[in-house]
């Protein structure tokens, strides 16, 4: 059974930090893209990058020199690196695991359950 478990959220003020992280059980790690994802209220998934086991990250364009993604393969976890967090970046963030490297949300087998970060002015 995979399970994608995140933590790390909450609230900050903006231009603040914050690091996601989520560890993943039940799969074979490196054969995995390790995605990230956020919603905004009344607002469709958007991607915001991956991470795959040959190292290379996709970074989208609204989050580029701001989010870092990283991966530690020993304990399958993906992490998300958060700085200068503005107000846009409130939502509900999530990890997704694909056998794809993807940016498409339909691609991702498996989900965590999200976390919440919100970002005050």
């Known amino acids: 059974q995979v399970q994608l478990v995140e933590s790390g959220g909450g609230l900050v003020q903006a231009g603040g930090s914050l690091r996601l992280s989520c560890t993943a059980s039940g799969l074979t790690f490196s054969s995995y893209a390790m995605g990230w994802f956020r919603q905004a209220p009344g607002k469709e998934r958007e991607f915001v990058g991956f991470s795959w086991s040959g190292g290379t990250r996709y970074d989208a364009d609204s989050v580029k020199g701001r989010f870092t993604i990283s991966r530690d393969s020993a304990n399958k976890t993906v992490y998300l690196q958060m700085n200068s967090l503005k107000p846009e970046d409130t939502a509900v963030y999530y990890c997704?695991?694909?056998?794809?490297?993807?940016?498409?949300?339909?691609?991702?087998?498996?989900w965590g359950q999200g976390t919440q970060v919100t970002v005050s002015s």
């Open positions: 997704a695991a694909s056998a794809q490297v993807t940016m498409r949300h339909r691609d991702y087998a498996y």
